[in-house]
């Protein structure tokens, strides 16, 4: 609520002097929830923070890449934060202030980039004599390679045996074709 305050100067038979002066009891900084972050790739990304349930007002929000030790300041005082194509992990958080009160930080919210995979290889075509083959794809880098059995032959049923970006096939008991995939 708002209080009105007057101060009223007298001298005997003089006209009085008054000055008022007005006090906001403010309700108090409430820095609210921030929500939004996740992962995404490099690069060709977008997302919407938001921050909700706050009270005062958005003195700005503040990002950083290294959990605040260096702080990028954005210029908003919206309760909406946009972010696009982002190539590395950066965290976000907003302080809040009511008037008269001190300031708060929201909560962080981290939105996590993760670097584009390299190009998938899985080797060269191969003619195999016999029904067991040893397949190996390229290094997956910083992501995981998984192999797939795309097609094969009739009603054939190889086994198969993966050990990170190595694959074993075995029991390839119909001739043809048989086609892997390294992804």
Do not use: H
């Not at 938001?50 to 300041?73: C, K, M, P, Q, Y």
């Not at 390299?118 to 995981?144: D, F, H, K, Q």
């Amino acid at each position: 609520g708002t209080y009105t305050f007057r101060w009223t100067i007298t001298n005997g038979p003089c006209a009085p002097s008054a000055s008022d002066v007005k006090v906001r009891v403010s309700p108090g900084t409430v820095a609210g929830s921030l929500s939004g972050g996740g992962t995404v790739c490099a690069g060709t990304n977008n997302g919407t923070l938001a921050l909700t349930g706050f009270s005062g007002d958005i003195v700005r929000w503040e990002s950083s890449t290294n959990d605040f030790g260096t702080i990028d300041v954005i210029g908003s005082n919206a309760a909406l934060q946009s972010y696009t194509n982002l190539t590395q992990t950066r965290s976000y958080r907003v302080l809040v202030q009511a008037p008269g009160c001190p300031a708060q930080y929201s909560n962080v919210v981290r939105v996590t980039v993760l670097q584009q995979p390299v190009a998938a290889n899985a080797g060269s075509n191969r003619t195999i004599c016999g029904n067991t083959v040893v397949l190996e794809g390229n290094s997956p880098g910083s992501g995981t390679g998984t192999w797939t059995l795309e097609s094969r032959p009739g009603s054939a049923n190889p086994n198969l045996i993966p050990s990170g970006r190595t694959l074993t096939v075995t029991d390839m008991t119909e001739s043809g074709n048989y086609i892997f995939r390294w992804t």
